[in-house]
């Protein structure tokens, strides 16, 4: 497995993660322990040790997956999770919590869930408005320095609360959705990570698995899938969103690879400090993702993909209105 580092003089980590999310929500459907722990050590094995999970995941099972999955195998993964989303009883209507007391007990419940010491990246999953930013990561700052997290990140953020909070305590990693059909970082954040020195972790690179080609309806994917409320994947917008997945697979078929493999190769081209975090809960994927690393893209390659899937025609926003309400930009 390449590695690459998150930031210039960040950490090295393997050169794509493994997103756990999908193991335990969104997605929809039964819920299989077995092939998802199989999942997690298949990626050990491949030397895929950047993990990604958060509290809010389950909530809270996916974190107490990923903690039996790597339990007597700490020193092989490099793992994160999030704080600052809470659900259920008592939880802020839009389920935002960057204050710091919720902070310093989400960690601690966190790495009582993983099962470990301490915390290799620690991102605040949502900027709280309730919460100035440098509040949020002053608290995260006092975690590193109680040697309970290594390295701080943040999620969904613009550029401008990044350079804030960057101001306080260095951010190693900011990240946000970015794929083919997701190009909004491109605006300002991705410069702003290259200025500061940050790394970028692409969430959803494969569009939710869209760009994979196997999702042509919502009509098959489980009643709770929660893509079935996304724009994207509804009525009109479908159908043009499909258009360019079947672009992308004719530029993918003479290379010999799948579309995915193909979009998460695009990815990996746009820069040495980024490392996309493609999740799956299946070991078949997992081996198609990895593969793609390898995938050698030429300048006539890239200009194909960016003809298949231009920014200007993907139809829909990526959330509902109210989910992108909570998009710090």
């Known amino acids: ?14 050169a794509i993660g493994l997103g756990c999310m999908g193991m335990s929500q969104s997605y929809g459907g039964s819920f299989d322990e077995t092939e998802s722990l199989a999942t997690i050590h298949r990626a050990l094995e491949l030397g895929v040790n950047f993990l990604d999970t958060a509290d809010v995941y389950g909530p809270y ?11 007597g195998r700490r020193d092989e993964v490099f793992l994160a999770t999030k704080c600052g989303l809470r659900s259920g009883a008592g939880a802020p209507p839009d389920g935002r919590d960057g204050s710091p007391e919720h902070i310093r007990n989400a960690c601690d419940a966190s790495l009582a869930r993983l099962g470990v010491r301490t915390i290799d990246l620690y991102y605040l999953h949502r900027v709280d408005p309730k919460t100035p930013i440098e509040e949020s990561v002053r608290a995260m700052a006092g975690l590193v320095a109680a040697g309970k997290v290594r390295f701080l990140g943040l999620s969904e953020v613009s550029a401008a609360t990044l350079r804030r909070a960057h101001a306080v305590h260095p951010i190693t990693a900011v990240q946000s959705e970015y794929s083919l059909w ?32 196997n999702v042509r309806s919502v009509d098959p994917l489980p009643a709770d899938d929660f893509r079935r409320g996304l724009p994207r994947f509804q009525g009109e917008n479908l159908g043009r969103n499909l258009a360019l997945v079947d672009r992308l697979a004719d530029v993918a078929r003479p290379k010999g690879c799948r579309p995915a493999q193909l979009a998460l190769a695009w990815v ?28 050698a893209l030429s300048p006539a390659d890239l200009a194909a993909i960016e003809r298949a899937v231009p920014p200007s025609e993907v139809a829909g926003e990526r959330y509902p209105a109210d989910r992108m309400a909570t998009v710090n930009r």
């Open 182 to 213: 997701t190009r909004d970082p491109e605006k300002e954040v991705l410069a702003a990570c290259r200025e500061l020195g940050i790394g970028f972790v692409p969430f959803s690179p494969l569009g939710r698995g869209f760009l994979s080609g």
């Open 268 to 295: 990996l081209s746009r820069g040495p400090d980024i490392v996309p975090i493609p999740g799956t809960k299946r070991r078949r994927y997992l081996e198609e993702n990895v593969a793609a690393v390898d995938l």
């Open 1 to 14: 497995m390449k590695t690459r580092t998150l930031g210039p003089r960040g950490p090295r980590v393997s």
């Open 61 to 71: 099972v996916n974190e107490e997956l990923v903690g039996r999955a790597i339990r």
